[in-house]
């Protein structure tokens, strides 16, 4: 069954701004942490922004500090990725993440599952 579901990803012009949604199945939102990380064409998958359960502790990449903002909606079982400013290189595919144990961060393997996706074009 489906676990992660993203959606909100759209082309926008430099300077606008964006909202990413991703619904997680019950047992996935309990986790310690949700986080959403992006790949650009040619780069490798990076951590943007990242939100710990229960609490407003947030932790951002220093490439989207002050334009990005992770927040949740617990009777969703929904987080959001606000995005602001945008700016062409902000152009990836925009993912949402569990981890697999209680330890959260960017690095990859610390996360074991995955949503498909959502697409972000900035021109």
């Known amino acids: 069954h489906v676990q992660l579901v993203e959606s909100g990803g759209e082309s926008v012009q430099a300077g606008e701004s964006l909202r990413l949604s991703c619904t997680a199945s019950?047992?996935?939102?309990?986790?310690?942490?949700m986080a959403w990380f992006r790949r650009s064409p040619g780069k490798e998958r990076e951590g943007v922004a990242l939100?710990?359960?229960?609490?407003?502790?947030?932790r951002y990449a220093d490439s989207v500090e002050g334009r990005f903002t992770v927040s949740r909606d617990d009777d969703k079982n929904t987080v959001y990725l606000q995005m602001s400013d945008l700016k062409p290189e902000d152009t990836a595919m925009y993912y949402c993440?569990?981890?697999?144990?209680?330890?959260?961060?960017?690095?990859?393997?610390?996360?074991?599952?995955w949503g498909q996706g959502t697409q972000v074009t900035v021109s």
């Open positions: 993440a569990a981890p697999a144990g209680a330890i959260c961060g960017f690095t990859l393997r610390l996360f074991n599952t």
């Open positions: 019950a047992d996935i939102y309990r986790r310690n942490c």
């Open positions: 939100l710990y359960r229960g609490t407003d502790i947030t």
